[in-house]
């Protein structure tokens, strides 16, 4: 298999929900058929599969022109994709892709006075022919019903809203939903001029409660493992677990846990179920992670500079709301923040990779993976996670 790796298409924070007064956001059926377009008065929609597994409805890049247009944001068509761009006036740049819903890129301004890409992709050819990304951030949710099985995971966004301004902030609205569960999934990313953050809004609509378990994966770029230091997580318990495998993982060969060869998305049924299996063991040994102790699988962090060298694999908890990734290789660091999440998953490749090479890059996760999160009947729930830039 040819692999190119690239960037691809390429914390001051206020709360980031920046719904204007003036702003009127529309409520629209996100079920209409594929060739069918629901207008308004207004604006504001594009329709979604009812199912999230049936092959994504066709994507008019110029209906989103010129329903979006004017807020700093810009459309390309690439094959059955739409890469959305993000530009704000002091340089910063994001970019996503519909209807994946991956966050691609994240360039933002260095103290050198250049741009400098924080978050790590890989793009290879797929089996046919076409191109597969990983990395970047992603949404790595899985719903649960009472009785413990496998309900719903998001993996087809719609575009609903676009709002701000390249002089102040731009934020883009995503939006899933699964019509049989009664759930609905906004994922709300918003670029400002020092910060990338993204906002998770789920509603649950059923009669009865509903679990959640997943991350928001974020693939953040390094020169190597080796150049590169946690700091703040001292004091912090962690647990060993096997690395968190999705559609947008990129984990080396390695490593000894295999995708679930029974379907396109690592993060499916059987795979889930093999996860919190292997989760809740806490007396076996994880193949291809090395630490000081290989029977460590769980323990409280005691180094408040930790070097990444080793590979590693841990969910965290009792983490400050807050840390610092510090690569002294480029010479740049990125704040970590999150808001709702009680967990951090941390997972490093290892330093046995070239420099900025398909393995540079440290994997972070805003987690509700050990514990998961419960939406009583009706209701809702937020969390948060901020890429924040210091390098100003």
């Known amino acids: 298999m040819a692999m190119v790796y690239r960037t691809l298409f390429s914390p001051k924070f206020i709360a980031p929900s920046f719904i204007s007064p003036a702003t009127k956001l529309v409520s629209l059926d996100p079920y209409l058929p594929c060739n069918q377009v629901h207008y308004s008065n207004k604006k504001r929609g594009f329709p979604l599969p009812a199912v999230a597994s049936v092959p994504y409805p066709p ?159 974020s693939h953040l770029a390094v020169s190597t493992p080796e150049a590169t230091y946690a700091m703040g997580l001292e004091r912090s318990n962690f647990f060993t677990r096997p690395p968190v495998l999705s559609s947008f993982s990129i984990i080396p060969p390695d490593f000894s846990q295999k995708k679930d060869s029974g379907s396109n998305n690592s993060w499916g049924p059987m795979a889930f179920k093999e996860l919190l299996s292997s989760w809740g063991s806490r007396n076996q040994k994880i193949d291809g992670i090395e630490s000081e102790n290989d029977e460590e699988l769980e323990g409280e962090e005691d180094d408040n500079y930790k070097h990444l060298t080793e590979k590693m694999s841990r969910i965290y908890t009792s983490t400050p ?71 100003l």
């Open 59 to 217: 994507i008019n890049v110029d209906y989103l022109e010129t329903e979006f247009s004017g807020h700093g944001v810009s459309f390309a068509s690439i094959s059955d994709s739409c890469v959305v761009r993000m530009g704000l006036a002091n340089g910063s740049v994001a970019s996503l892709m519909l209807p994946s819903g991956l966050i691609t890129s994240y360039k933002a301004p260095m103290w050198h006075g250049g741009l400098l890409e924080l978050l790590h992709t890989s793009v290879s050819e797929g089996e046919n022919g076409g191109a597969v990304i990983q990395g970047g951030v992603s949404l790595v949710f899985n719903f649960i019903n009472g009785d413990g099985g496998l309900s719903w995971s998001p993996s087809s966004w719609a575009l609903r809203d676009v709002r701000g301004s390249p002089q102040e902030f731009i934020q883009v609205e995503l939006i899933s939903n699964s019509l049989e569960d009664k759930v609905e999934v906004k994922h709300i990313v918003t670029l400002q001029g020092d910060v990338l953050s993204s906002e998770i809004v789920i509603t649950n609509s059923k009669p009865t409660p509903l679990s959640l378990m997943g991350s928001v994966m």
């Open 321 to 391: 709301r807050s840390f610092t990734i510090i690569d002294r290789g480029r010479r740049n660091s990125v704040v970590v923040g999150r808001d709702g999440f009680n967990e951090l998953y941390m997972f490093s490749p290892g330093s046995s990779h070239k420099w900025y090479s398909k393995y540079a890059y440290i994997c972070i996760g805003q987690s509700a993976l050990l514990e998961p999160i419960i939406l009583g009947p009706e209701g809702e729930w937020r969390g948060r996670q901020d890429l924040h830039n210091p390098n």
